[in-house]
């Protein structure tokens, strides 16, 4: 490993391999840092949020006083002070109302002080009186035409065009998918199940919490810095909602402590910023408390899903007939998007002939629904998953079979009409039942306790609009070590690294001369639209490839000149430019800043490399309003299997999880030891989320914002065995034929639990989380039933 | 309010501190010695970001007062590696990729260091067990795991 920086082993055309990460010796030394570490001098401010203690309510009067009188209190920021709104997809969040509350916890008023201590004990003072207003927490009810109405101005947002809100209603968003005509495909089913799924809401809980600070200077310079996954979508947001030139505010994200969708768009960032300008010339700290992360950031959104599904004899699926419901939450300006995808792939990774899709994004009286990892896929996988396996049983076939049969193919015309780029699915689901052994019955390790597997597939495609950009700058140094400039985000997936890669590889030099630019930096760091969706290495990875390309092309060029030769008879290796005509070498180190002396020193050529690239997907269209039908919905898809190897305690109701195998399809394994790290990390996540749960009371407050209350898997509750695999069916536009992972290695974990218990009990769960009382309960009403 | 006059040995350096009684040794740790390796997770003593050794013991800082650990010894994640050589610990999470995000790993090094330090050749499912505290949410644990397997291996703590 290194040390003081000096690698001692080099790693030549470093793509395929399992380089180190990049970051790894100042993540094990302390030294990384993170936007709480980050050092603001004494003249540092604290911020503190007055939340609202009901669901919904009118606000009737907010009085400051009594905070305002107390020493050390440097302001009070309601929204008679910036009565604006800020969302990404549909504007319709305030930063602070100034009419009603949405949800408890939605701040309504900001305190900045000398300290946090003293920010905390004035927030307690601001008074705030409400007129309580009826509240609703269920989609489905949400969705009706007499329910409370949380948006009366539903119809006067803005909003993206491919978005549809319903004004008069509490629905932000309906997308309807239509193909075939399933009447008529129903009577020829020889099978059909029907179901109703539910899924509650979670929390993406990242062990660091949001941290912000900003600085808003009296010549109108602002900055924030904070842990973020879209630097740039948090500057453009912001910018637009304050009325800021967008080149006067600055947003810096140095590392983020785990982001999981959490940390994208906008959440509590921009109170940082409204609390800064009345503070002009302070840099103001606002710290979520784990208390707050819970419920005060934004939350996965819950799901009740009403899915019908039919097959023939032989396992053919013919037809689907689905309504989701998306509990959005009290705000929806980036939920809307997670409703849209879950429309537009409404079938999960299945060939399916007749469709009928409606998918709604609803207003709740709850916490902010927004991105979390998959981005509505392991919501709708939770029921397509289980029916499938009851389709199998009703028609008696293996159900790994029927979704061999079933799955999506290379060149498939899909739900909108959009033809299937290369993937080999079945491949994935090859290899994760071979590694569970499935079709072995397994020895429960007690007489109590019962021993189950199951598989679940998915797909899930990059959701964003139609056009995010990537740009990346190359630039070297002196000693030909270079730098890589990309505005995405390391989350701890390991982006720096796999970028550091793609540049060394095009550019012939080892891995370990490459550096990446870190913190991000709006004001030096190049666009990225967010690190969000699994895009950063296909589309980062794609505009560094481009920009190293871009270096390279400048250096042949220079020393093709000098030798008189052609750039295409030279090639870049081991950080020397060689010529395979005339066996020439020229060292990196001595031309890439200071350029080549022509002959006898007769004037110079060349100057310093910088390579720039971007990428951009130019080719998504627009999809028909009534039947979600179009040339090309998204830029591609990653499919994958899982398998679980389960036991119960049937005494406790409590499920082991043993063994966990997974398969994506990942185009190009650009770090083949990032990649199963991905497929562990994220087959661990989807198999707490089955577990998690965040509850409310009648009220809509919170119950368990904590730790102890709001489990999540710890070091005990991993599976001893998590087996990952990956095949690599190239991405036509990929890198190298890569695609994103991230988010999908956590999509089908629930249900493929779900059918494991179901092998092990012969009982379903419809609903989550599979809680051991559920479990147990379910075990005794059987018994009691006789069963 | 009290304040009190302290002396913390510091990953082998004797600091002076006037601190008042509520400040717990997170606090001091990070604000007073600007020693932001150890991470500051919940405040609650649920996460184990915050674990520092004290005397030897790991201890979840965030719950410990800034006055206990008068007359005695902290170690801090940036305690582990001597003259920019890391510890077979850190070497081993380096090697076996159990750090993503990296918040949570401070914290972990710190108990695996504790374990090893008291059980030399900890088998898996003790690992697993004296990192109960230690939440991660990136990795799944497997990794980190093998890296203190690894490192118990290669000869210990040090």
New interface residues.
């Given amino acids: 490993m290194t040390n003081e920086g000096l690698p001692s082993a080099l790693t030549s055309d470093p793509v395929g391999k399992g380089v180190p990460r990049i970051d790894a010796y100042e993540k094990v030394t302390g030294a990384a840092v993170f936007a709480d570490d980050m050092q603001f001098g004494p003249g540092l401010y604290y911020g503190r949020l007055v939340r609202s203690s009901y669901a919904h309510a009118l606000i009737k009067r907010i009085d400051a006083s009594k905070a305002l009188e107390m020493p050390g209190v440097k302001a009070v920021v309601t929204g008679r002070d910036v009565n604006t709104r800020i969302g990404l997809y549909l504007i319709d969040r305030p930063i602070f109302p100034t009419d009603r509350v949405r949800v408890v916890g939605e701040p309504v008023a900001g305190v900045v002080a000398t300290s946090e201590e003293i920010a905390d004990e004035a927030a307690r003072l601001v008074e705030v009186e409400y007129e309580e207003l009826p509240a609703v927490f269920d989609p489905v009810e949400a969705a009706q035409p007499d329910a409370p109405l949380l948006h009366p101005d539903l119809g006067k947002y803005e909003v993206a065009n491919f978005i549809f809100p319903q004004p008069g209603t509490n629905i932000s968003e309906h997308f309807k998918l239509r193909k075939g005509d399933v009447e008529s495909a129903w009577p020829k089913c020889t099978a059909i199940v029907e179901g109703t799924f539910r899924l509650p809401r979670i929390q993406h809980v990242p062990i660091e919490p949001h941290v912000a600070v900003s600085l808003w200077e009296p010549s109108g310079n602002v900055t924030l810095w904070t842990c973020s996954q879209s630097p740039f979508a948090q500057r453009d947001l912001i910018a637009q909602s304050l009325d800021i030139p967008h080149g006067n505010l600055r947003v810096v994200s140095p590392y983020v402590g785990g982001g999981f969708g959490g940390k994208a768009g906008v959440s509590t960032e921009v109170y940082a910023v409204v609390l800064a300008r009345a503070v002009k010339g302070h840099p103001v700290k606002l710290r979520m408390t784990r208390e707050e992360e819970f419920f005060g950031t934004t939350t996965r959104q819950s799901l009740v899903a009403h899915t019908k599904i039919g097959c023939d004899a032989d396992g053919n699926l013919l037809a689907m007939e689905t309504a989701y419901y998306f509990g959005g939450g009290a705000y929806n300006d980036y939920g809307v998007n997670i409703a849209r995808a879950a429309g537009y792939s409404c079938t999960g990774p299945y060939d399916i002939p007749n469709v009928k899709g409606d998918s709604y994004c609803v207003y709740t009286n709850e916490p902010i629904g927004s991105a979390m990892r998959g981005f509505g896929m392991p919501e709708i996988h939770w029921g397509i998953e289980q029916i499938m396996d009851q389709l199998a049983e009703k028609i008696r076939m293996d159900p790994a079979e029927f979704r061999r049969r079933n799955c999506v193919r290379t060149g498939d015309t899909i739900l909108t009409g959009m033809t299937m780029p290369a993937i080999d699915l079945v491949a994935c689901i090859d290899k994760v039942t071979e590694a569970i052994r499935w079709g072995t019955k397994e020895e429960a390790s007690a007489p109590h306790k019962k021993r189950g597997k199951g598989v679940a597939i998915m797909w899930k495609a990059p959701a964003m609009p139609p056009n995010p950009g990537s740009s990346a700058i190359v630039r070297f140094n002196e000693d030909a070590t270079l730098n890589v400039e990309v505005g995405a985000q390391d989350l701890g997936q390991g982006a720096f690294t796999v970028v550091a890669q793609m540049a060394a590889q095009v550019l012939g030099v080892p891995y370990e001369w490459v550096r990446v630019s870190v913190p991000v930096d709006t004001k030096y760091s190049p666009y990225e639209w967010q690190t969000v969706a699994s895009r950063i290495t296909w589309s980062t990875g794609n505009a560094v490839k481009a920009a190293a390309e871009d270096a390279r092309r400048q250096i042949l060029e220079i020393v093709a000149d000098h030798w008189d030769e052609e750039p295409e008879d030279l090639d870049i290796k081991g950080g020397k430019v060689i010529s395979y005509k005339s066996e020439q070498e020229q060292t990196l180190k001595d031309m890439v800043i200071y350029g080549l002396p022509n002959e006898n020193f007769e004037g110079w050529k060349g100057g310093p490399i910088v390579g720039q690239g971007r990428f951009m997907p130019t080719y998504v269209t627009n999809l028909d309003f009534e039947t979600g039908q179009g040339t090309r919905a998204v830029v591609h898809y990653t499919v994958g299997a899982q398998a679980v190897d389960l036991e119960i305690d049937t005494e406790t109701g409590q499920v082991e999880v043993l063994k966990i195998a997974s398969a994506y399809d990942v185009g190009k394994a650009i770090n083949p030891d990032l990649v199963m790290a991905q497929i562990e990390g994220g087959a661990v996540h989807g198999m707490s989320s089955a577990f998690e749960v965040l509850r409310f009371d009648e009220a809509g407050r919170p119950l368990n914002s904590s730790f102890v209350d709001y489990r999540i898997a710890t070091s005990v509750d991993a599976p001893k065995e998590i087996h990952g695999d990956f095949v690599e069916t190239p991405l036509e536009d990929g890198p190298w034929g890569a695609r994103g992972v991230g988010e999908h290695v956590m999509v089908q974990t629930a249900p493929a639990m779900a059918n494991a218990i179901y092998d092990a009990l012969g009982i379903r769960f419809s609903a989550l989380p599979l809680s051991a009382e559920k479990i147990f309960l379910a075990l005794e009403e059987r018994e009691r039933a006789g069963g | 309010m009290a304040i009190h006059s302290i002396t913390v040995t510091v990953n082998g350096s004797r600091e002076y501190l006037t601190v008042p009684s509520h400040v717990t040794l997170l606090q001091m740790l ?1 604000e007073r010695l ?11 003593g ?2 184990g ?1 915050c674990t520092v050794l004290v005397d030897g013991e790991p201890v979840n800082s965030c719950m410990m007062l800034a006055v206990e650990a008068d007359g005695r010894e902290v170690t ?3 305690g ?2 001597r003259e ?3 510890s077979p610990l ?2 081993a ?3 076996h ?1 159990a ?8 914290g972990v ?1 710190i108990s695996a260091r504790a374990l090893l330090e008291r059980n030399p050749h900890p088998s ?1 499912e003790e ?3 004296a ?15 093998q890296a203190v397997q690894a490192a118990a291996e290669e000869g210990g703590a040090k």
């Fill in positions: 990070r600007a020693l932001t390796g150890t991470k500051n997770g919940c405040e609650a649920e996460c970001a801090t994640v940036e582990l590696a920019g050589q890391l850190q070497e999470f380096v090697a990729n750090v993503q995000c990296g918040f949570c790993t401070p090094l898996g690992i697993r067990e990192l109960v505290g230690n939440l991660c949410r990136c990795t799944g644990y497997l990794r980190i795991v």
